[in-house]
Every structure is written in structure tokens, then in C-alpha cells.
């Protein structure tokens, strides 16, 4: 079945620093890629998505490109803030099936210090 | 605005005791889960339903029921059954087909005391 896998938390940097959270996924067709946001006592919010190859996904200063050749999609930023400070989920959708689910990782707590 | 909306936001549940957690949509969507999340892990599916009057089971459904009697509302039923209940529950929902994005609610948090 199909699968995402994070690294493992957690991150800390200082502000300004610069942010990638690895993912990596296994799917048997060609699903569409999401990253999601959680802060602390909230649901999770998406950040941004990608729905085939070598699209770039961005929204507040994230991107993150959808690589086949790797199975990746890699969550980066070049500056991050204190208010960054979140809980990041990496997940997947198959577009084949008409059920709707994703498929999420277990998520990468990050704490920005200024 | 269209959303999700989950009550209560907090909820404190008696041992033997079953408690119910609300989870209605105005977004229109078919598809409607529920997740379970625990402290520094990820989210675990519990039931989700992608019409009304039908819902299947996911990978945590022990302990746990719910129905579908309207479009808009999925309520979740932590029955007595379940004996780790303390967690926090995110309910969330989506159009059918698949390759979309999930729109999440707030959650609610419920603790056993």
C-alpha cells in the first residue's frame, strides 16, 4: 500500500536559518503531494501541494518540488521565524480512486528560537 | 465562511462512560474521517464515510462508532470499549475524489479522568 516517510524530529534552528524536511513516499501511481501545517492545540492547515511530476509547490515562503525520479517532496524554506514553530505533515493522495484518502507521515516538530 | 467545526474543544469522560464528539462540514463535501493523534505521533484513521447512511472502517476502529445520517455531520462515539480513549481527536473532510486535499477542523482533545 502506499506510504510516506518524514524524518524524524525534532528540529530546532535559529531564526533565519534555513529549513528542509525530507519526505519521501511510496505509492503505485502517480499521487498527488501535500504538506501540511499543525499548530499547537489546532487541526491541521495545508501549507501546499503539488499534483504531478516536477511541479513546485509554495505558499508563505515553503516550497517543495515533486521529484518521481526520487519519490520525494522535500519541505524547504530559506529564513525561518519563530512563528514557523509547528508541526509539519507530509501526505499523499491517489487521483486514481474516487475514496478521498491521504495518506499522511508521522509528522516533524519544528521549534524556531530566535 | 465554510469550514469545519468540531465540539467541544475539550471534553473529560468518566471511566465506563460513552461520550459523543461533533464533527459537522458546510463545505459540501461527500467524503468526511476521523483521525486520532497522540502526543508526538501521527494521525491514525479511525472511520470514514464517503455518503450518507455508509461508512467503513479504518485502522483504529475499535472502540469507536459512528454514523452518517446527514451530509454534513459525522459524529464520532467514544464508546466504554475503548481503553485508552485520552488522545486528540481531528475530524476532517473532503470532495470524492481522490487526489485532493483533506480540510481539517479544530479538533478536540478528550481526557479520561
Given at each position: 500500500g502506499d506510504s510516506v516517510t518524514q524524518m524524524e524530529g525534532p528540529v530546532t534552528l535559529s531564526e533565519e536559518a534555513f529549513l528542509t524536511i525530507n519526505c519521501t513516499y511510496t505509492a503505485t501511481g502517480y499521487p498527488s503531494l501535500f504538506w501540511y501545517v499543525q499548530y499547537p492545540g489546532e487541526g491541521l492547515q495545508l501549507l501546499l501541494k503539488a499534483t504531478k511530476a516536477d511541479d513546485k509547490g509554495s505558499n508563505k515562503g515553503f516550497e517543495a518540488t515533486y521529484r518521481k525520479e526520487t519519490t520525494?517532496?522535500?519541505?524547504?524554506?530559506?529564513?525561518?521565524?519563530?512563528?514557523d514553530s509547528a508541526v509539519y505533515f507530509c501526505a499523499l493522495s491517489d487521483p486514481r480512486t474516487n475514496a478521498g484518502k491521504s495518506t499522511f507521515g508521522d509528522g516533524t516538530t519544528l521549534t524556531v528560537k530566535p | 465562511d465554510g469550514g469545519i467545526t468540531q465540539s467541544p474543544k475539550y471534553l473529560f469522560r468518566k471511566e465506563g462512560q460513552n461520550v459523543t464528539l461533533s464533527c459537522e462540514q458546510n463545505l459540501n463535501?461527500?467524503?468526511?474521517?476521523?483521525?486520532?493523534?497522540?502526543?508526538?505521533q501521527g494521525l491514525r484513521l479511525i472511520y470514514y464515510s464517503q455518503i450518507v447512511?455508509?461508512?467503513?472502517?479504518?485502522?483504529?476502529?475499535?472502540?469507536?462508532?459512528?454514523?452518517?445520517?446527514?451530509?454534513?455531520?459525522?459524529?464520532?462515539?467514544?464508546?466504554?470499549?475503548?481503553?485508552?480513549?485520552?488522545?486528540?481527536?481531528?475530524?476532517?473532510?473532503?470532495?470524492?475524489?481522490?487526489?485532493?486535499?483533506?480540510?481539517?477542523?479544530q479538533g478536540t482533545r478528550l481526557t479520561v479522568v
Open positions: 520525494s517532496f522535500h519541505l524547504e524554506k530559506g529564513s525561518v521565524q519563530v512563528s | 463535501h461527500d467524503a468526511m474521517y476521523w483521525y486520532r493523534q497522540d502526543p508526538g447512511n455508509d461508512f467503513q472502517k479504518g485502522d483504529i476502529a475499535e472502540g469507536y462508532s459512528v454514523s452518517r445520517e446527514k451530509k454534513e455531520s459525522f459524529p464520532l462515539t467514544v464508546t466504554s470499549a475503548q481503553k485508552n480513549p485520552t488522545a486528540f481527536y481531528l475530524c476532517a473532510s473532503s470532495i470524492i475524489q481522490g487526489g485532493t486535499e483533506a480540510f481539517f477542523g
